[in-house]
């Protein structure tokens, strides 16, 4: 009964692209109202199935564990970006002298440029 319950509900939300794209001549409102419906009707018709009442567990759980998340305050945000910044700023600076090292080293070895 789960199948036929997940195919009906990917049948709704087929018709509801189909018709999102067949009327569009139409209000983009109205269109965008009725995939609107149309997810809300299949989404329902998923709840009933023992796959829908897992996601919606799953749901559950990571909303009850990005609540235990510490926030970083103000103060260490700050901290971290410029920590960031000064890195990526370093290992760009590392980077291009490295770079400049090995081309004036195929310049030198190749007797090609400056």
């Known amino acids: 009964m789960d199948k036929v319950k997940f195919l009906?509900?990917?049948?709704v939300l087929g018709g509801a692209i189909f018709g999102f794209y067949h009327f569009g001549e139409?209000?983009?409102?109205?269109?965008?109202?009725?995939?609107l419906v149309a997810v809300g009707i299949a989404t329902a018709i998923m709840?009933?199935?023992?796959?829908?009442?897992?996601a919606w567990g799953f749901l559950?759980?990571?909303r009850t564990e990005a609540r235990?998340?510490?926030w970083p305050n103000r103060k260490e945000t700050v901290q971290t970006t410029l920590m960031v910044l000064a890195m990526a700023i370093l290992c760009a600076i590392l980077l291009?002298?490295?770079?400049?090292?090995?081309a004036w080293a195929v310049s030198y070895l190749t007797g090609v440029g400056g």
């Open 47 to 54: 709840l009933q199935t023992a796959a829908g009442q897992q």
């Open 8 to 11: 009906l509900a990917v049948l």
């Open 68 to 70: 235990k998340v510490v």
């Open 96 to 102: 291009w002298l490295f770079d400049t090292f090995l």
């Open 60 to 62: 559950g759980d990571a």
């Open 26 to 35: 139409e209000s983009l409102l109205f269109r965008v109202i009725g995939m």
